[in-house]
Every structure is written in structure tokens, then in C-alpha cells.
């Protein structure tokens, strides 16, 4: 399970030179993020193979007047296990370890920038109206992790800093 944070900020002041008397403005109405888990399926102990599915982060922001670039970083805390090497879903007082990437090679782990963790950084030029822009989050359990029976899970919180 994923949840969201947002942070928003305030109107932001263009000057439009000297053809008008008052500067334009362009209105950053704000942006939000949402995003949609990655669900393993049924984790088999006795594979070879990593078991691998994604999920999805989405960013929308709305501008109002004129176009506005804006820059913001996304991030993804540790979860439950309170580090990112390894991330672990629990259930009950059992863990299996994960990890989340922002790479579909998974071989850069989603984090916060810090412990050799990476985030998305993005500057984008926002058109008036509502943009729209999706990440996925690659995720992978090991293979051969010998575990209980039962529902694994975590919760990630996804944080937007514009």
C-alpha cells in the first residue's frame, strides 16, 4: 500500500516587460500525487527468479494564465523497516525483503537521496490547465527467501517537494 503526501505552493510572479503596466502572473493552483501500489501476486520461496511487479506514481498539477516551468522532486521513504537496504513487507512478526526502483533494470533503488538511494528530479515546462505526468516504481522481491505462510505488506509514503 502507497500513500500520498502533498506540499503546495503559492502564486508565482512573472515580469511581462515593458508592454504592460502590471507584471503577468502565472497562478501555480497547486500540485498533487497519487499512486497506485505494486502488487507482487503469490511470492513462491522455491523460485530462481526475483519476483518483480510495478506500480505507479502520479503527479498532476494545475496552472492557471500562462505557462510555468516548474521543478519538483519526488520520494519514497523506507517503509516499515525503517531503511532501504533491504525494504521489508512484515506480516505478522515475519519479513520478506523487497526493494523499489525508479529503473526498469532495478538497479537504482527509490529512496529519499540519501544511502545510495535516487528520486525523481523533474523540470517541466506546465501548460495552463492541468498536466499530467506518471513514474512507475519497478519493485522485486528476491528470489529464495524462505518465509511463513501469510500477507506481506508495507506502507510507503510518496512525497512531493515542488
Known amino acids: 500500500m502507497i500513500r500520498t503526501t502533498r506540499h503546495s505552493l503559492a502564486a508565482v510572479g512573472l515580469t511581462a516587460g515593458l508592454l ?3 507584471p503577468a502572473m502565472a497562478l501555480l493552483e497547486g500540485c ?3 499512486a497506485t501500489g505494486v502488487d507482487f501476486g503469490i ?3 522455491l523460485s530462481a527468479s526475483d519476483n518483480e ?3 505507479n506514481v502520479t503527479v498532476t498539477c494545475t496552472v492557471t494564465l ?3 516551468t516548474v521543478t519538483y522532486e519526488i520520494r519514497l521513504d523506507t517503509g516499515g523497516s525503517g531503511t532501504y537496504f533491504p ?3 512484515t506480516s505478522g512478526t515475519h519479513t520478506l525483503e523487497y526493494q523499489l526502483y525508479i529503473d526498469s533494470a532495478r538497479t537504482t533503488v527509490w529512496g529519499d537521496g540519501s544511502s545510495g538511494t535516487d528520486t ?3 523540470t517541466t515546462l506546465l501548460q495552463v490547465g492541468t498536466t499530467v505526468d506518471d513514474y512507475t516504481i519497478y519493485g522485486s522481491i528476491p528470489a529464495s527467501q524462505m518465509v511463513a505462510a501469510g500477507t ?3 506502507t510507503i509514503t510518496v512525497t512531493l517537494e515542488y
Open 152 to 154: 506481506y505488506g508495507d
Open 87 to 89: 525494504r521489508e513487507m
Open 66 to 68: 500562462v505557462g510555468l
Open 120 to 122: 525523481w528530479n523533474v
Open 32 to 34: 498533487e500525487v497519487s
Open 53 to 55: 511487479a510495478t506500480g
Open 43 to 45: 511470492y513462491d520461496p
Open 20 to 22: 504592460l503596466p502590471q
